[in-house]
């Protein structure tokens, strides 16, 4: 069976990933980081030329929503970085046939709103609040795309997913993306009977959320068969909303009836960053989960986790 090494096998990605049922295909060896730190470039090596991975799906970083990021910028370029430089050009080195880089849809400039499309990346200023997280995501992308022109036999590619939910998220209000965020504070509310909970800005900004066992679906499509895969290809439903409609659809899942307020203080980021899914739709691939659905069993699997 071809072995398969998932990094940040752990985190909410890989635990996806992991859990999917099409992994049965694989062998996976995914070393929790007390095993295999990616910021030691020689341990990273010696594991890599001990294991000869058949392929690599790179799901590991230092990941947070937009508060995190902007309160420790200088981490987020840097070990993001160190890891993304760590692990492709060990990569490279042991002749890995195929690799999977994970990026973000924050990698694009933070003007164009909609229609994200690969190419345009590069071509303007970066949101602030996560520029550094994005300059290492961008890094990462232009050192899988060098390895390839250098040697064409890899069939590495880079897949760009919009912002993602789902079980084994993070729900510490201290570093969760936007919607583990809402069913923690929602949950929170409903169980010690408040009427109020704040919204971070005025609710108008939109975002694209995909299921993380749709992504986790995307991954292993491309890994039977890279051929088939653009270079660097968006994964996302092609659809967003409202910051604001987040809040009611959780509110609905969890039962809770209560009023919104808004926090106009809290950081915002992009105002909309909606991706084009034409390369992903060209591919054939489509995410299934929707939106209700996912939020849903996401929810059930927060309350298992309750005390
Ligand atoms: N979540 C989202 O909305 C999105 C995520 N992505 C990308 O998907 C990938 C996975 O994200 P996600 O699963 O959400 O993040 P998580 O934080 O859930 O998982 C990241 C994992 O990486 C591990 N990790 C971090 N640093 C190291 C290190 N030095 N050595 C070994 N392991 C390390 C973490 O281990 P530990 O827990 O021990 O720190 C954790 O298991 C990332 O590349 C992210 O940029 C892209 C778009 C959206
Ligand atoms: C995936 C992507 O995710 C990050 O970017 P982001 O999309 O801006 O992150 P976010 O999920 O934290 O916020 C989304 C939106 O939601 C609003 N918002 C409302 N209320 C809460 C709230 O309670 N918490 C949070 N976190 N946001 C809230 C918040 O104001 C913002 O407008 C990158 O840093 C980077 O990690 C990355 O790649």
Redesign the pocket.
Known sequence: MARLFV??????????LRAHPGIAAWQVLA????E?????AVALRDWLARHRPDAVV???????GIQANMAEPLRYLA??A??GLNLITACREIGVPVLLN?????VYPRDLHRDLAEEQILTGPLEPSNEG?ALA?IMAMRLVDHACRENPALQWRTL??????GP???FDPG?S?LLPAIIHKIHRARIEGRDRVEIWGDGQARRE?MH?SD?ADAILRALADPSAVPAVMNVGPGVDHAIEDYYRLVAGVVGWQGRFVHDLGKPVGMRRKLLSVARQAAWGWAPRIGLAEGVAATYAWYLEQQP
């Open positions: 990094t940040g096998g752990h985190g909410m990605v890989g635990s996806n070393p929790a980081r007390a295999l730190d990616l910021c030691d790179h799901a590991a970083g230092v990941v947070g070990e993001n160190r890891i994970l990026s973000s849809s924050c997280y995501k760009i997913p919009c912002n993602l939910y084994f998220d993070t570093r993306h959320f993380a992504l």
